[in-house]
C-alpha cells in the first residue's frame, strides 16, 4: 500500500504552524525587514503573532479550501498554490455577490494574503470600505444585554471599568496580579495578553479601592473571579476606561471628535499611546478609531 496522502486541511494547519510567533514583537520584526531593505505591507510581517488571530485566519483559510476542493477538485496545496490569485478572487467576488459585510471580507482576503504570502492577493475584487457609522458593537443596547444584569458580578464589572481588561484577561487575573506602588496608584498585571505579551495596566486614578478590596486577605495565586459572564459586554467597559484614562492623561483636552477626518490638532498623540499600551495595543489609530472616538 502506498503512503498515506495528507488532506489539505492537514497542509493548511502545517502551513500556518510554520507561520506563527507568538510572543515576537510585531514591530522589531517590521523595524528588522525595513533595514533589511523589504517592503513590507502596513500590517503584516507575514507571521501571526496571537492566537486568536490564527483561530480567526485559520476558520477564513480552511473555508476557502474547502470550497476549492468542492468546487474545483483541488486535493492538495501542490494543486491550489499556482491557483491561489485566480481561485481567492472568484471565492471573495462570490462572497461579495452574497452580501458579506466589507470587514468580514477584508479579513478574508488579509488571511489569504498571509496564507498564500502574497501582498497583493485578489487586489482587484472591489471590496467596499467599511463605514464607522454601520459598525455597531458594543453601541447602544444590544439583544444579549436583557441576558445579563449588571448588578449580580459588580465585582467583574468594576474591574472591567477601571483596568479595562479583555474577556480571556479577566478571566486569568490572579490575586496577586493587582497591586499597589508606593504612590498609591493601583496596577493589575496581565500576564499573557495580546500576542503572548505581558503588561502593567493602570487602573482609574480615585478607583484604586475597587480592585484592591477585592485581593485584600486572599491567596495571591487564587483567581479574582471564578466566572466571568458570557453576555457581559467587556469591550464596552474597554472602551469606557480608554476614554477616562485619555481624558486623565490629557487634562483640559475632550475626546477626539466622533465624526470627520481625524486631524492631528484633534487628539494628544502622547495621552494616546499611553492608552493603546493600557489596552494592549501597538497601533494608535486603532484605539483612535475604535475606542476614542
Known sequence: ????RKSIVREVIERLDAKMAIGASRHAAKQELRQAGQRIWTHSTGHIHAFKTRSGYQEHTIR????ARDE??????????PRAEELASTYLTQRLADGKSPSTLQTERAALRLFFDDRALAESVPIPKRVRGEITRSRGAKKHDRYFQPANWPGQVNV??????????????????IFQDHDGRAWVHVRNGKGGLSRKVPVLAGQEVTVLQLVA???PESLVFERIPKHMDVHSYRRGYAQALYLQYAPGRMLPPATGRLQRSDYDLQAAERVSWALGHRRVDVVLRHYLR
Open 72 to 81: 474545483y477538485h483541488i486535493i492538495s496545496l501542490a494543486q491550489l498554490d
Open 160 to 177: 472591567a471599568q477601571v483596568a479595562g481588561l479583555r474577556r480571556h484577561e479577566l478571566r486569568a487575573l490572579r490575586v496577586g496580579d
Open 1 to 4: 500500500m502506498g503512503a498515506h
Open 217 to 219: 486577605g486572599r491567596d
Open 64 to 67: 476557502f479550501v474547502r470550497w
